[in-house]
């Protein structure tokens, strides 16, 4: 018997089918940026500026630093001035109160009724102008607080944006 010789049936082969649920790939145009040269008159005054604004930078940066130390030494002496407000206070609290109990005890002591008036508008007399003495030394270190705290912060601010000016 004749052998025939048969060859396999020829496959095509192709790239495998694309699903159907991916996206088609694209690729992104390039777009080459034309060399143009700038005309010397652009560049300098492009220079001008950059420089410009470095200096104007570096002037608010060091007036920026100037405003926050002020600050800082005004923040420092208005919590020494509330400090010392509020002990004159306490103290001031402390001897009027002493002096109610001083009051009550001579009360206590007192044997007519023409003894408790004198003694009570002699203590009247007495509150009142240790009132108004203790008024005018606390208005007037409320004054000597408000004036440190604000001196500084003035002149330290006009003096810091005096030079970015």
Request: proline share 5%; with cysteine.
């Amino acid at each position: 018997m004749a052998e025939a010789i048969t060859t396999p049936p020829k496959v095509k082969t192709s790239k495998p089918a694309a699903s159907p649920f991916e996206m088609p790939k694209f690729e992104m145009p390039k777009f080459e940026i034309p060399k143009v040269e700038m005309p010397a008159a652009f560049r300098e005054f492009a220079e001008r500026g950059v420089a410009q604004c470095k200096d104007t930078y570096e002037k608010m940066k060091a007036a920026a630093e100037e405003a926050t130390d002020v600050l800082e030494t005004t923040y420092s002496t208005a919590t020494k001035g509330a400090s010392d407000y509020g002990l004159k206070v306490i103290e001031t609290a402390r001897l009027n109160t002493n002096a109610a109990f001083d009051f009550a005890g001579e009360l206590l002591t007192a044997k007519t009724l023409s003894e408790v008036i004198e003694l009570s508008s002699a203590h009247a007399r007495k509150q009142f102008e240790a009132l108004t003495e203790q008024g005018k030394e606390l208005g007037a270190l409320a004054q000597k607080v408000a004036t440190e705290t604000a001196e500084p912060i003035k002149s330290g601010m006009n003096k810091a944006l005096s030079k970015v000016a």
